[in-house]
């Protein structure tokens, strides 16, 4: 009898560390993805993983017709096959080759576009808050344009014109991808500019090339990360709506607004044409997003929420 009731209160003890040990386990998962953006991280990671290795990764080719494979439901999905895990389209091109590929179309685009919006906005935003007068009267008013002008608007007007192409996107999404850097970069420009390791360098006789390269451009490095990511996701949703509306990437290139516009005469019936693609691009933006409020708060302490 004895040995059964110790038995018995050793059980409970150890059942009782489990259960401690557990939700200690969940605090400090908790915790990790409070203070680290491990979710936005993988998402990303994974997006540029299967970018970089599309042609690896997939077997079909993601432009050729397979009308004898048309609108093959997932895998899971009766009448679907596991030859074609997220199913095929009304042409009979896999579906998850597609999402593969067009995840290279998309970062492409962003890359080279935020590459070069970068670099203008930051040396619009260095000229204006730095000389100040009537240069940063000028720009900022062509930065005022920029953002008053009907992107969407203009894109169609311009494809009528020249037709769609790869390059065309490139420009039209670099000529409206600068300003929100510019006017960042001049705001931090004209906080810096005041600060008296700067009055003490002009006192030294620096240039203005070398005070802005040694102290200027140094704080505002951490504003350039946070406004770069953030534009990311903007710049992907941005692309696709362009190529959903048949002025963006031109067909059948697998961009991922494409293949939502392809899917749009089947959404009742093939859903998963629209869908899958339309995932993607909600996940990607999210994930970049994320990333871009992670950066802000720890970059700025008046915005530090982490503990």
Do not use: C
Request: glycine share 8%; proline share 5%; net charge neutral.
């Amino acid at each position: 009898m004895n040995s059964a009731s110790s038995t018995t209160n050793d059980i409970v003890p150890s059942q009782t560390r489990q259960t401690e040990d557990t939700t200690q386990f969940l605090k400090r998962l908790l915790r990790t993805l409070r203070r680290w953006p491990v979710i936005p991280i993988i998402i990303i990671a994974s997006l540029f993983f299967a970018a970089g290795f599309a042609d690896v990764l997939t077997s079909y080719d993601p432009e050729k017709d397979e009308l004898l494979s048309r609108n093959i439901p997932p895998m899971w999905q009766a009448g679907g096959s596991s030859e074609h895990i997220l199913g095929t389209d009304p042409l009979g091109r896999d579906m998850l080759t597609r999402i593969i590929h067009g995840a290279r179309i998309s970062l492409l685009i962003a890359t080279i576009v935020l590459s070069i919006g970068t670099v203008i906005g930051l040396l619009v935003g260095l000229a204006a808050g730095y000389r100040g007068g009537t240069l940063d009267e000028v720009l900022m008013r062509i930065v005022d344009f920029t953002f008053a002008v009907p992107f969407i608007l203009v894109a169609l007007v311009t494809v009528i014109v020249y037709g769609q192409s790869f390059a065309l996107v490139i420009i039209l999404l670099t000529i409206f991808s600068w300003n929100g850097v510019a006017r960042q970069a001049r705001a931090e420009t004209l906080s810096l500019k005041t600060r008296d390791y700067v009055s003490a360098s002009l006192v030294a006789g620096a240039s203005a090339w070398r005070i802005l390269y040694r102290h200027v451009m140094p704080g505002l490095i951490n504003t350039v990360i946070v406004v770069t990511t953030l534009r990311l996701g903007s710049l992907i949703l941005t692309e696709a709506s362009l190529s959903f509306l048949g002025v963006g990437i031109p067909p059948p290139t697998p961009a991922w607004g494409v293949m939502v516009a392809e899917g749009r005469n089947y959404i009742y019936t093939e859903w998963w044409i629209s869908f899958f693609p339309g995932l993607a691009i909600m996940l990607t933006v999210l994930a970049f997003n994320f990333l871009g409020d992670w950066f802000r708060d720890r970059f700025d302490p008046r915005l530090r929420q982490l503990d």
